[in-house]
């Protein structure tokens, strides 16, 4: 079992290979190799993979190798093995969404961040198992069986991206891309003892992401490190047409800004997430995030942002809402799955019956409920009120902050089958992130020691809406602080 202080110690991995395989040093092939004998050794126990795309990584290798061979420079990411979660695009290769549902079902495109990630030299080896649809926050929801924590084999991972989080913490791939609709990178990052990050809504193209809840959704990074995971925002964030919400901008420039340091800056540590319901070993290692950064230059005090605590409430109106009309696609017709019938009526009925897990089938008739005629306002209407109330008292709190911190996950890693028979405790995990997607800005985890169970503690940064040069400072130092 590999213990959690190995994947920081593993350093800026991806960085090393792209810089030994644009020199010409090491050959794609040879990392790609490796890296697939890692997946050989342990993938059956992690269960990190939907798909192992070996063919296609050896192929992306080797025509990386051709470009070094000509001379060419095959970009920042040269070489570098990346496991992609599965519920982006991938041309040619099956996307599942980890549900029954999308059966059969190959995209005709790439999303564009898996473009842009092979632009960069970067080698796809393979598809990332998660909670069904995204909905989740253990991965236990998926339809092929649940990802286990690298760490410990008796815990979850986290979710909805677990499989991409287990994928950097056990070595299969120093880079994944997951997506991040209330939680979804942030937490299973904290869980499996990685760097996760969720982008300003806009950065980061959506096209090719399969939509779960379209005005929260945003793609990002898992890494082992804080600079490997502002390398990867650089290069598949910035603005991209296909997307009508994407912003006309590149990228903040946060690698270049990563040894700044915090001197000066002013952090709030949220007092909404650091009460009840936040286990004490993970409240003191929050403390001790905040001690670091006092004592590297900040001003860190105690900030109250009062409307996080309806976050909740109104993400399980709001997400469900926008999944009920999204899923509405999915008809027997056309994508994946049709369980055949006399009438075209009971054929989509039979579809979704068998098609749909029992999570995203609650999250489809809540949604449906709330925006149904009658119970519109009352609910949605109310939901998004509330949201606005969210956003503002960020905003109030960012007047006087330049970043927030506040614990990312309330516990550590917790057991199979802990919080399956209640939704809600499952969906409480979600207190300290779902805020964030509500608001649109942008929120990281840093692993920040152990709690008392010697499982991963995240530190959760949070910054305004294009902040992220500060968010990277900040998180550039707690990671620094533990060295
Ligand atoms: N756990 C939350 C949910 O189940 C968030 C999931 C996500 O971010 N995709 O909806």
């Known amino acids: 079992m590999t213990a959690p202080q190995e994947s920081s110690a593993a350093g800026a991995a991806a960085l090393t290979i792209a810089a030994s395989v644009r020199s010409g040093e090491r050959s794609a092939l040879e990392v790609v190799k490796e890296h697939l004998e890692v997946i050989g050794q342990r993938e059956t126990e992690v269960h990190a993979f939907n798909l192992v795309t070996t063919e ?7 025509a990386v190798d051709q470009l070094v061979a000509q001379g060419e420079d095959p970009g920042p990411l040269a070489g570098v093995p990346v496991a992609i979660k599965d519920n982006l695009c991938t041309r040619g290769v099956a996307t ?28 796809m080896v393979g598809k990332t198992n998660m909670d069904e649809f995204a909905m989740g926050s253990s991965t236990e929801n998926s339809a092929f069986g649940p990802t286990r924590n690298p760490h410990d084999l008796g815990r979850v991972p986290g979710g909805s991206s677990g499989g991409s989080a287990a994928a950097v ?56 490190s804080v600079a490997e995971a502002a390398l990867v925002c650089e290069v598949i964030g910035g603005h991209d047409p296909a997307d009508s919400t994407s912003i006309p901008q590149a990228f903040p420039a946060v690698s270049e800004h990563l040894s700044d340091g915090v001197a000066g800056m002013r952090i709030g540590l949220i007092t909404e997430m650091m009460g009840e319901g936040i286990a004490p070993d993970v409240a003191l290692r929050i403390r001790a995030a905040a001690e670091a950064l006092a004592a590297a230059g900040a001003e860190v005090e105690e900030v109250s942002v009062p409307a996080v605590t309806y976050g909740l409430s109104a993400y399980y109106l709001v997400a469900p809402a926008e999944a009920s009309s999204n899923l509405s696609r999915y ?9 055949d019938a006399p009438t075209t009526g009971e054929m989509m009925e039979l579809t979704r019956t068998a098609g749909f897990g029992d999570e995203v089938k609650r999250r489809i008739m809540l949604g449906t409920y709330a925006l149904s005629a009658g119970y519109y306002d009352a609910f949605y209407g109310t939901a998004l009120k509330v949201r606005t109330l969210i956003r503002r008292d960020f905003d109030q709190a960012y007047e006087r902050f330049d970043a927030l911190l506040s614990p990312t996950s309330p516990t550590t890693a917790f057991a199979f089958g802990d919080k399956t028979a209640d939704p809600m405790s499952m969906y409480l995990n979600d207190v300290c992130t779902i805020a964030t997607n509500l608001a649109g800005h942008p929120a990281m985890s840093v692993p ?26 900040v998180a550039a130092v707690l990671e620094g602080s533990l060295a």
Not at 56 to 62: E, P
Not at 210 to 223: I, Y
């Open 331 to 339: 008809d027997g017709v056309r994508y994946g799955l049709r369980v």
């Open 96 to 123: 599942t969404c980890s549900s029954k549902i999308l059966e059969g079902w190959v995209p005709p495109y790439d999303a564009t961040v898996v473009t842009r990630l092979a632009a960069a030299g970067a080698i």
């Open 448 to 473: 920040y020691g152990l709690g008392d169970d010697g499982m991963p503690v995240g530190a959760q940064v949070l910054a305004p809406a294009l902040g992220e040069v500060a968010m990277f400072r």
């Open 56 to 62: 296609h990584a050896l192929a992306a290798a080797t």
């Open 169 to 224: 913490a056990a070595g299969f791939a120093p880079i994944s891309l997951g997506s991040d609709t209330g939680g979804s990178i942030r937490q299973p990052a904290a869980l499996c003892g990685v760097v996760g990050v969720k982008p300003t809504y806009g950065t980061v193209s959506r096209l090719g992401l399969v939509a779960f809840g379209s005005s929260l959704d945003q793609v990002g990074p898992f890494a082992n």
